[in-house]
């Protein structure tokens, strides 16, 4: 599975359960329903885990985070799948944005290296 759009791409990796985020997402709002439907379809293949790697994320607009936050919460309402999201403490957004997951769903495991 894979959503590209401008200087993003999402890609999902079966093998390791791990979703993806790389580039810059910028798009307009409605340009999001791609990612909202890639994360839709990876939560219909009913895994028991699941990885969102980030690492490679330099920049997320405010409509981008509201998708991923919408993720968390889907993830948290199955209750069945453990999230584990990877950011780096070399992008500065994700120090400051990332730790509000575990609002979101206290069981979100977050390594940020």
């Known amino acids: 599975m894979e959503f590209t759009a401008d200087n993003a791409k999402m890609r999902y990796d079966v093998e390791s359960k791990t979703v993806?985020?790389?580039g810059t997402f910028r798009?307009?709002?409605?340009q999001y329903d791609g990612m909202s439907k890639m994360f839709?379809?990876?939560l219909a293949t009913?895994?028991?885990?699941?990885n969102l790697d980030l690492t490679s994320l330099e920049f997320l607009n405010s409509s981008g985070i509201n998708v991923?936050?919408?993720?968390?919460?889907a993830?948290?309402?199955?209750k069945t799948v453990s999230l584990t999201v990877h950011?780096?403490?070399?992008?500065?957004?994700?120090?400051?944005?990332?730790?509000?997951?575990k609002k979101l769903h206290s069981a979100v495991q977050l390594t940020i290296d």
């Open 20 to 22: 993806f985020l790389e």
């Open 27 to 30: 798009l307009n709002t409605d």
């Open 40 to 42: 839709n379809d990876v």
């Open 46 to 50: 009913n895994p028991d885990k699941l």
């Open 68 to 73: 991923i936050a919408k993720f968390v919460i």
């Open 75 to 78: 993830v948290r309402n199955i």
């Open 87 to 101: 950011g780096s403490k070399d992008i500065p957004w994700q120090g400051k944005s990332l730790p509000n997951l």
